[in-house]
């Protein structure tokens, strides 16, 4: 069946600029996550969703980051004034609820940012 | 110490040889351990959750100690596919779905 998608799958943009980066979970999974990776690190959390509310915003780094999924499906991560600093790999996964070694979350394919 | 901590590497092993990775963690508060795999520009996979008792899933055998904050990962009879980033994983206390993610350790499994 058809896993998590992200688009775009890249993304280069200057530095000020707005950017919206979309994920689409697996069908039927409730908790939809946000993660960013830069180069030789692990993904760093932003932000997960159980259904349509941000059950935990705590690693999103500042304001200008904001997350939405209106309907408990789709997610839209939003970036504003863009700095150079947000370059990295914007990854997104789902499971079917949050939590608990038994609810594996899938990784999307990511979305590279890369901020000029 | 860092949240999860790990040992970059890489490790260099021939095919067929026995490797083990070692993590540790700062937060007594967290419930579920995983070990992910991450092959060169793709995403995390999860390997195997990491349960206190100990399990084995195939030629790869995950260990928790709680009581010394530390996770283990070893790998028998390595195989060339082995070769990726192996990421120690641990979720935030007191916040289910959020993942902390250690750097990773590179693994190269040379013929």
């Known amino acids: 069946g058809a896993g998590v998608s992200q688009t775009p799958s890249n993304k280069v943009t200057e530095k000020g600029k707005y950017v919206e980066l979309r994920c689409d979970p697996i069908?039927?999974?409730?908790?939809l996550y946000w993660y960013r990776q830069s180069l030789g690190q692990g993904p760093e959390f932003l932000i997960y969703f159980q259904g349509t509310g941000a059950a935990d915003d705590s690693g999103l780094p500042n304001d200008r980051f904001f997350a939405v999924r209106p309907e408990g499906s789709v997610s839209t991560l939003k970036i504003q004034r863009t700095e150079r600093g947000d370059s990295a790999v914007y990854l997104c996964?789902?499971?079917?609820?949050?939590?608990?070694?038994?609810?594996?979350?899938?990784f999307g394919p990511g979305t590279r940012l890369t901020v000029l | 110490r860092k949240e999860v901590e790990q040992d970059p590497g890489p490790f260099n092993v021939p095919e067929g040889a026995t490797v083990a990775f070692n993590c540790t963690y700062s937060n007594s508060a967290s419930q579920s351990f995983f070990w992910y795999r991450q092959d060169c520009r793709k995403e995390p996979k999860l390997l195997m959750s990491?349960?206190?008792s100990g399990n084995e899933d195939g030629r790869f055998t995950a260990q928790l100690n709680r009581a010394s904050q530390y996770i283990s990962l070893l790998i028998r009879d390595s195989k060339l596919s082995d070769s990726a980033t192996y990421l120690c994983v641990r979720e935030k206390g007191g916040s289910q779905g959020n993942l902390i993610f250690g750097k990773g350790t590179k693994l190269s499994v040379k013929p």
């Open positions: 990491v349960y206190s």
């Open positions: 069908s039927g999974h409730t908790a």
């Open positions: 996964a789902s499971s079917l609820w949050a939590g608990g070694p038994y609810n594996e979350q899938f």
